[in-house]
């Protein structure tokens, strides 16, 4: 049975878990066990800090300092409640969202393995997992650890959305939308699904549906540049210039949006726009802009190409 079915039948609906970080302090921080965990602040940062009596307590403190922002005091906590109960699951989950959050891949795996120790058959931590290979490249385990997720939990979104990108990087784009739209049935108002199967549809040359989903994941996130990014690619593409310079605006600034559409018309073979556009480009920014000129170099040789017999 698909994913997606599964999902349909069982009549689940979408929740999206916002992890927080776990604050507390043990009352003796001597063992130092699971510092090779921890990548925050020196420890004596915290040394003016009220010990905790348990892992609830450690773990509620980690989880107010995150929700301040503060993910160092966060891990801190986290790490002591490690100390206090080394087999704490929603600590090793917590300290391995929080690097991957900064991109500490290798410590998020780490993190993540440690944990799957004493509960392998854990969805969250197999999912973080996988999407910490994911980030890291290791695409052959990223794919295993995802499916057992999802296997676990057919509600785990996240992995769902991995194994769409997997698939795209496989150039399997038809396996690669079930996938993001399984995790849409899940997350329905998710930019980033969205924005990952408009382009999942742009590999496939669906231009018109990937429009529109790109624009689906602006209006839901007006801040995400990659899908701003994406979506002038493809206003680009098919020739919608203006529509794509106002996209690419909201990413760079104007005469880079103007060299960016040039760039994309002359993929186009259209010279003539390419010419505009780059030229423009020229004209807002001659000093900035050499890359324009460069481009305008490549129009200037095809269009002799093009006039020789």
Known sequence: MKAADAIRMTGIFAIVVVMAGCASTPKSTKTGSFDHLYDGKEKVAYATEMPVENVTEAMSRGDKALSRGDRDLALYRYVQALELNPKTIPAYERIGTIHLERDRLALAARTFR????????????????????LRARRYDESQQVLERAVQIDVRRWRAHNGLGILADLRGEHDVARESYETALLLVPTSARVHNNLGYSLYLSRDYHQAIARLKTAVHRDPEYERAWHNLGLVLARTGRYQEAVAAFQRVTDKPGAYNNVGYLSLHNDDLDSAQKYLDRAVHLSPQYYEKAHENLEVVGNRSHRAGAD
């Not at 440690?114 to 290979?133: C, I, T, V, Y």
């Open 114 to 133: 440690s944990g799957l120790r004493f509960d392998n058959e854990h969805p969250a931590l197999n999912e973080g997992l996988g999407l910490a290979l």
